[in-house]
């Protein structure tokens, strides 16, 4: 199975991705994720990509591009793939129809999870992250069991996104109306868009998930 999950920032992309991946054994492919594995490593591309991602602006579309060319058709997306945070221009999504023309691929599902703005900056803002084992929470939305120990790994450290704050929220959401949204009439004439309710529990949107590529 391949899909791709459009939405705002803070829909809930990633969450829904992590259970997609352990429910049906596919890849998360986060370009999100990959540039901030980037940023850590200390190479080149994380350095030109740092400035850009914390004043809340996208990076440039050739270096995505060239960064998700070589994992759509790795060995371990034998089973499909969940993009996550891609394509997020025009021009990535056509890059993307060509990649999938040239492998032999084909997407199942492009699913759109709808969120209100103004909702988004409080998810942001309260988001955080299992230092260990990368597992999410929120301080309001999804607090671990035990207080400071992730349910998943028992980790005690956790870490927040530098461009998860109120100020870079706004300019992340700007972003998106102004050059993500459009590709949802992309792939709207293509008549591949599902949308789903993100601003039901996790747990709903999850169900709303399942009826949709189970
Ligand atoms: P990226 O990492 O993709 O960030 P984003 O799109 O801004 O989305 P988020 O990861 O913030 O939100 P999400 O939808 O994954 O929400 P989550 O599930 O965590 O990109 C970061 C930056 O990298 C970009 O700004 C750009 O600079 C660059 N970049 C990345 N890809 C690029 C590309 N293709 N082209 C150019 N630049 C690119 O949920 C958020 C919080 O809410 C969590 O705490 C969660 O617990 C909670 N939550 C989730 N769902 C719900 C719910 N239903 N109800 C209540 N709480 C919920
Ligand atoms: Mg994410």
Redesign the pocket.
């Known amino acids: 199975m391949k899909l791709v999950l459009l939405?705002a920032?803070?829909?809930?992309?990633?969450?829904q991705a992590k259970r997609l991946h352990e429910k049906y054994d596919i890849v998360q492919l986060?370009?999100?994720?990959m540039?901030r594995a980037e940023i850590a490593s200390g190479g080149e591309l994380g350095r030109n990509a740092k400035g850009?991602?914390d004043a809340?602006?996208?990076?440039p579309d050739q270096m995505?591009i060239d960064m998700i060319a070589g994992c759509i058709d790795a060995d371990d997306c034998a089973n499909g793939f969940i993009l996550?945070?891609?394509?997020?221009t025009t021009r990535?999504a056509e890059a993307l129809d060509a990649m999938l023309v040239e492998k032999g691929l084909k997407l199942d599902h492009v699913i759109e999870i709808r969120v209100d703005d103004e909702a988004m900056v409080q998810?942001?803002t309260?988001?955080y992250t299992c230092a260990e084992c990368g597992a999410?929470?929120?301080d309001t939305?999804?607090r671990p069991k035990v207080d400071g120990v992730c349910d998943t790994c028992g980790g005690t450290r956790f870490t927040r996104r530098s461009?998860d704050n109120a100020e870079t929220v706004r300019a992340?959401l700007k972003a998106y109306h102004e050059k993500t949204a459009p590709i949802l009439s992309y792939y709207g004439k293509k008549g591949m868009v599902q949308t789903v309710d993100?601003m039901?529990?996790?747990d709903e949107?999850t169900r709303q998930l399942d009826r949709i590529v189970g």
């Open positions: 939405g920032p803070g829909a809930g992309k990633g969450t986060s370009t999100g994720d540039l850009l991602i809340g602006a996208l990076v995505i996550d945070g891609f394509p997020r990535q998810r942001i309260g988001r999410g929470y929120h939305f999804q461009d992340r993100g039901a529990s996790i949107v």
